[in-house]
């Protein structure tokens, strides 16, 4: 297995039919709709940075971190997420692909990664307490999906625990073109 930056021309379309499962046959995605792979490359663009796995040429898994909200004195944390194919859950795929985007959003500058994850979702949950993720707090019944009301877990990671000081401008990733 590889893991590597993506590249929205090369990997939208195997990373859209990666997530639309999540999406039309889960809740682990409030999405109503599987975005296109045109959407997907719009994410990828707007990403601080978008990993993917490859096993044999083939894309298995990817992970981002976006911006967490829009103001800014947000601009230190990213939200982060990961999504698996099917035929690679339980093999390590997000574990590798998480640990290395850790190490690129530290290296642009940001401090707190989060994570929201819709409820019942027993692997992300484990998946990010065993990264080192925090709870934070629950929205309680915030998404309505598959004909139920739905919590979603706030988890959160220092990636600069102790260290001191203001932080400085965040660097970009990776070229944006």
């Not at 409030?30 to 040429?57: C, K, N, Q, T």
């Not at 829009?70 to 997000?94: L, P, Q």
């Not at 692909?97 to 992300?124: H, K, M, V």
Request: hydrophobic fraction near 45%; proline fraction near 6%; glycine fraction near 10%.
């Amino acid at each position: 297995m590889i893991i590597r930056d993506a590249k929205p021309e090369r990997d939208a379309a195997a990373c859209a039919a990666i997530y639309a499962p999540y999406v039309t046959g889960s809740v682990a995605s409030f999405e109503d709709y599987a975005p296109s792979s045109a959407e997907i490359a719009a994410r990828m663009h707007a990403a601080h940075a978008w990993l993917v796995a490859e096993r044999d040429g083939v894309v298995i898994g990817y992970a981002y971190g976006s911006s967490h909200r829009e103001r800014a004195a947000y601009r230190w944390a990213a939200d982060v997420a990961v999504y698996i194919d099917a035929c690679s859950h339980r093999a390590g795929v997000g574990r590798a692909l998480y640990t290395q985007l850790f190490e690129q959003l530290r290296a642009i500058g940001l401090w707190t990664l989060c994570a929201g994850i819709a409820q019942p979702n027993d692997a992300s949950s484990g998946l990010h307490r065993a990264m080192g993720f925090v709870p934070v707090g629950t929205y309680r019944r915030i998404g309505w999906k598959a004909g139920a009301w739905h919590d979603v877990e706030w988890l959160q990671l220092d990636l600069r625990p102790g260290e001191p000081g203001a932080p400085s401008g965040l660097r970009p990733a990776r070229d944006p073109a």
